[in-house]
T-cell receptor, first 116, second 110 residues
Framework: DSGVTQTPKHLITATGQRVTLRCSPR?????VYWYQQSLDQGLQFLIQ???????AKGNILERFSAQQFPDLHSELNLSSLELGDSALYFC???????????????FGPGTRLTVL | GQNIDQPTEMTATEGAIVQINCTYQ??????LFWYQQHAGEAPTFLSY????GLEEKGRFSSVLSRSKVYSYLLLKELQMKDSASYLC???????????FGAGTRLAVHP
């Protein structure tokens, strides 16, 4: 157990819909990252937040958005869903997210999104 | 561009030693991470290297050569539970964005 929690574990929805994925970082971690992992694909970095502020963006679609709240939990919003958005979505957290030698990212259990 | 290469699949025998290689080409380098991922589960941190050399953690070791832009993960005394994907990732940029390789699927057989 990494200490990172994600809800829900599974989500099944239809094309065109909007969903929200939630992540709570490990106690003491200020930085949250979101990744997408499609079937047989590597982990794709989406976005990073640090202490409520967006820090880095990866290959995140305009239909997707995220935020980090004052209590440091984060939400990833996916809208106008398409079949190709079906994937595992992982959240990770680290202490600072500034690249220090011990700034390892710890991953939550993921949310499996299925778009029908 | 940014690229991380690792073999797609490997097989090995229980009790043996296996080496999983990773070469990288990234803009910036904050360190190289190895993660283990069982199917459908979260990646689990295995090791971190930022300087050339060896890091050992029990049955797992990782080696980095920055001059050769190369790392490998060594798994000793293989067990069936080591069957998983092994992900090589490089931290880049001022905020340690991780670039992941596609992963190496390791199958351990009796």
């Amino acid at each position: 157990d990494s200490g990172v929690t994600q809800t829900p574990k599974h989500l099944i929805t239809a094309t065109g819909q909007r969903v929200t994925l939630r992540c709570s970082p490990r106690s003491g971690d200020l930085s949250v990252y979101w990744y997408q992992q499609s079937l047989d694909q590597g982990l794709q970095f989406l976005i990073q937040y640090y202490n409520g502020e967006e820090r880095a963006k990866g290959n995140i679609l305009e239909r997707f958005s995220a935020q980090q709240f004052p209590d440091l939990h984060s939400e990833l919003n996916l809208s106008s869903l398409e079949l190709g958005d079906s994937a595992l979505y992982f959240c990770a957290s680290s202490v600072e997210g500034a690249g220090g030698p011990s700034d390892t990212q710890y991953f939550g259990p993921g949310t499996r999104l299925t778009v029908l | 561009g940014q690229n991380i290469d690792q073999p797609t699949e490997m097989t090995a025998t229980e009790g043996a030693i296996v080496q999983i290689n990773c070469t990288y080409q990234t803009s910036g380098f904050n360190g190289l991470f190895w993660y283990q991922q069982h199917a459908g589960e979260a990646p689990t941190f295995l090791s971190y290297n930022v300087l050339d050399g060896l890091e050992e953690k029990g049955r797992f070791s990782s080696v980095l050569s920055r001059s050769k832009v190369y790392s490998y993960l060594l798994l000793k005394e293989l067990q069936m539970k080591d069957s998983a994907s092994y992900l090589c990732a490089v931290g880049t940029g001022g905020y340690n964005k991780l670039i992941f390789g596609a992963g190496t699927r390791l199958a351990v057989h009796p």
